[in-house]
């Protein structure tokens, strides 16, 4: 069976005077395979029935069909055949598809009734009556996969067409939300052909696949599937099936209805936003079955999937090095021109880093919106003076965020700002969070992400918030604002974002270094320039500045330590007079005190580790002894 995988079944059908056997014919000679004639393994009763116009019944198609599929298992070229097969219907295809373990790429030629009418009038020997035209369209059940061929072209136009869809890479999805549909068009674009399924729940999401290619027919045919065992087994193997469902429970759940249906050297790539960690179990699991996984980490929103995203695929590099072309080939581009899609290492690195990159998209985030809120309610600036100094400062940052942030500054809903209308309870549904439970695990300080993460928490009590803005005066008069602030505010937002970016590659770095990942920093800040979210100028910069200093904390790079150094004073400045003048500025605080505390030779911490010596004889290492011993001291009595 192993020998056989590679054969491939091209199986042309239409209804008869649609041009199947000179398509079939051609076909079969460009591809340099065998060619089978469906309607010669007829019974003779069976000619004698249709040269007199009598249609055949399913009984009279039965023998028939056995016949050729009996043909199609005895078929002894490597690369398969082709046969050409009426298979009006479903369950004839089925039928077919059931007595053979081989892959099927059904060619299905169509054409209006009129136009074979006018051909088969002028046609000469072939046996079949024109009268039984209507009685083949009646049965017709034109087939929901397939490659799909006009036949209102010239038999060898028709055959480059069939032959520029076979050719095409091709990807199963699963999943045609919000993400999947987006991916599924972008590959279309790139000459990928995409076959897709939907699960169905009936009275609740139901056609979903069949509506969702209905709806593209004009540009691209998408085969598609409500039944995940006919989806499988349509894809060529080895296959790729690419999941774009809901992270977490769906995942494994999808995986368990499709790993019986699947063979050694099926590859799953798991695009959505799963924990790395269920990465790592589904990738060993399925590597027992020699099954390929790739934990892919996907950023760009609606609009990325559909134009380019930037991708983060982790796992198996064989698997990755078999479905780059289509990866790359979707992806947002860099300024080269190269793809914003690298392999980015084993197991499951690709999801940690699009984890990170979350993370840190949460500590822009919040950093951009205490900014605005400080602007508005203790600068006292209109929206639109707000929304002039973010596009100023965008002029040199060029962040995506900054960038829609004015936008959303720009717009309103009856006359009056949306932003307004807009309840201030944000959720977090993960990945920011995650982060923090994995900076906890990997030891790394991840100050303004997790800030970010609470700042959003906090956030979501918004009855607590109202009861609490109740009982505490905020609108009591406090420390005034110098003029100069606003100037200043802008030196701090950069050093903040500087902060927030070497807080996330660290983390990144320090699980490279204990998983021996062997991740690169720079080429992870090049996919990150185009496509993602936290796509920016400073992005851009670290590309060169990893590659100058790979190893080191980028607070330690060379080529930012002036840049810290001009913009440090403008911080603490902008984080104590905002807090003085009672705004809540999380993000900002946390930066600063990262960066003292991260600049600080001497830390407080030899009191907590006294501490810590004191009550629970946890021991501690002495400045005046080397690294890595340890001493106690008997608090009450060595005085
Ligand atoms: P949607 O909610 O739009 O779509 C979710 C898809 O998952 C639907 O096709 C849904 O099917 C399917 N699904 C849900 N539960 C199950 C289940 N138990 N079994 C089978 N299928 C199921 O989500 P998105 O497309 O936005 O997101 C998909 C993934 O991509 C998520 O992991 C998300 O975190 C990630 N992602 C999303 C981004 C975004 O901006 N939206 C950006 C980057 C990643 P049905 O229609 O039947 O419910």
Redesign the pocket.
Known sequence: MQEDRGKRIYIVMGVAGVGKTSTAKGLAEKLQIPFYEGDEMHSVENIEKMKNGTPLTDEDRKAWLQKIADTINNVQHKNGAVFTCSALKERYREFLMDQTQLSFEWIYLYETKEAIRSRMQSGKDHFFNPELLQSQFDTLEPPAYGIHIRTDKTPAECIDSILKEIKKPKIGI???????QGLALNMADNNVSVTVY??E?KGV?ED?AKNFSDENKEFYYFSWFKDLEKFLRYLPWPRNILL????G??VD??ISEVLPLLQEGDLIID????HYLDTQRRISELEEKDIHYLGTG?????EG?RNGPSIMPGGSQEAYTRVSSILESIAAKDKNGDACCTYIGREGSGHFVKMVHNGIEYGEMQLIAESYHFLRFYMNLSIEEIAATFSKWNESLDSYLLEISVDILQRRENGELLLDLILDAAGQ?GTGGWSTEAALKYGVALDTITTAVMARNISGEKELRTRASELYDNKKPRNKISEDIKEKLFGAFKLVQIINHAIGFDLIYKASEENNWNLDLSEISRIWTNGCIIRSALMESLVERFKENPEKHLLLNPNLIQETETCREDMLEVGTQAMAAGCPMPVTASAINYFLNFTSYQTSANMIQAQRDYFGAHSYERTDKPRGKFYRTHWKMDN
């Open positions: 699963i999943g045609l939300g919000v993400m999947g939907n699960r729940i999401e979903i774009m469902v809901k992270a429970p769906a759940s999808v695009a959505g936003n799963s996907v950023s760009g929103g609606e999937a549904k």
